[in-house]
């Protein structure tokens, strides 16, 4: 039988990309999935056990190519890695259909792919929510980031109590500030849309912004954790480094 699959969305850069080398450097299977085509590709070209899958996981179509290419493979783990900060700005000032988007990405595609994928999950698997600390405080100019992520994470803890005692396992991490794609969206912004920016180029220009690799290592080694401990709360990279991955 086939070895089962970790399943990795937003692999094209930055976390996911980062976990899908984590992974396959160790001869574990992968799914890279993402919009962009050429990242997923190099990723593949570079890694044998990666399978590269372009696909929108916020739609109908992409969902469907995810599941096509998995085969006959079963799913080990699912990592809700996919997100998008925009739109940025005052939150009335915002489109219905900007907001809208920004939902189907950040919140509803996690839970349809999860829909998707439990039949062919392992027992014991995982699925992991890519959560924030916008989730739990407002942040003016984030407010469509701040709703999803707060909704993910409440997603997170419907989920482990409905799964209880089944053979899935939910997990949450927040993984810091990281120096990815997003954070220099997140330092391209005007003050008037997002008060907040300046702090984060003072992260960038002080060299505090996390790793990628370092993230990927932190999500591996809770991902490995036992199903109840995996599920029992929100993992952060800035507080539990040291009690998962050690010191």
Known sequence: MPQSVVVITGAGSGIGQALASHYASRDQPVMAIGRREAPLRELADNYPMVRAVPADVATDAGQSAIIEALDDRSVAALVHNAGVLEPVGPLLDQSAEAFRSHLAINLEAPIALSRALRPRMDTDGRVLHVSSGAAHRAMPGWGAYCISKAALHMAYQVLKTELA???????????????????????????????????????????????????????????????????????????????????
Do not use: C
């Not at 927040?174 to 005007?190: C, E, F, K, N, Y």
């Not at 907040?196 to 960038?204: I, M, T």
């Not at 990628?212 to 401990?229: C, D, H, N, S, Y």
């Open 165 to 247: 005692g089944q053979a899935i396992h939910i997990g949450s991490l927040r993984p810091g500030v990281v120096d990815t794609p997003m954070q220099a969206l997140i330092r391209s912004q005007t003050v008037a849309d997002f008060p907040a920016v300046e702090n984060f180029r003072a992260l960038k220009a002080n060299d505090a912004l996390t790793s990628p690799a370092q993230v990927a290592t932190f999500m591996a080694a809770v991902l490995a954790l036992p199903g109840e401990r995996f599920s029992e709360q929100e993992w952060d990279i800035r507080e539990h480094w040291d009690e998962v991955v050690g010191q």
